[in-house]
C-alpha cells in the first residue's frame, strides 16, 4: 500500500487547506486511514483518523471543530479540510494506514503500518 498525500501550500492565519491521501489501486474503507503531523524537534502527532467500514471519525482536541475527515463515495480518497488554521498547525502532515477499525487507540503511531512522504503545511502572515 503506497500513500500519497497532496494539497499543503503556505497561509495565513484564518484560512483553509484540503489535505489529500490516496493509493492507486486500493479501497480505503478497508482501511483505517489517520493523519499526523510533526513540527521538527517534537514528536509525530494524531490529528484525526477515519475507521474502515463504518467511518468513525476520530479527531485531536486541538483538530475538533476545525478540522474534518472524510472519504470520497469512491472510497479511492481521503480527506483532511483544514479550517480556522493557526501558525502552530504548522509542520508537516501524514497519511497513514492499518488494515480493520480503529479504537480507542487510533493515534499510536506504532498501530500503523503503511506511511506516506508527507505534505508540508505552513501558516504564517
Known amino acids: 500500500l503506497q500513500l500519497v498525500e497532496s494539497g499543503g501550500g503556505l497561509v495565513q492565519p484564518g484560512e483553509s487547506l484540503r489535505l489529500s491521501c490516496g493509493a492507486a489501486g486500493y479501497i480505503l474503507s478497508y482501511f483505517t486511514i489517520g493523519w499526523f503531523r510533526q513540527v521538527p524537534g517534537t514528536e509525530r502527532e494524531g490529528v484525526s483518523c477515519?475507521?474502515?467500514?463504518?467511518?468513525?471519525?476520530h479527531y485531536a482536541d486541538f483538530a475538533r471543530g476545525r478540522f474534518t475527515i472524510s472519504r470520497d463515495n469512491a472510497n479511492t480518497t481521503v480527506t483532511l479540510q483544514l479550517n480556522s488554521l493557526r501558525p502552530e498547525d504548522t509542520g508537516i502532515y501524514y497519511c497513514?494506514?492499518?488494515?480493520?477499525?480503529?479504537?480507542?487507540?487510533?493515534?499510536?503511531?506504532?498501530?500503523?503500518?503503511?506511511w506516506g512522504q508527507g505534505t508540508q503545511v505552513t501558516v504564517s502572515s
Open positions: 497513514a494506514a492499518f488494515r480493520g477499525p480503529s479504537d480507542s487507540h487510533w493515534a499510536d503511531i506504532g498501530g500503523y503500518s503503511w
Open positions: 477515519i475507521s474502515s467500514s463504518d467511518g468513525r471519525t
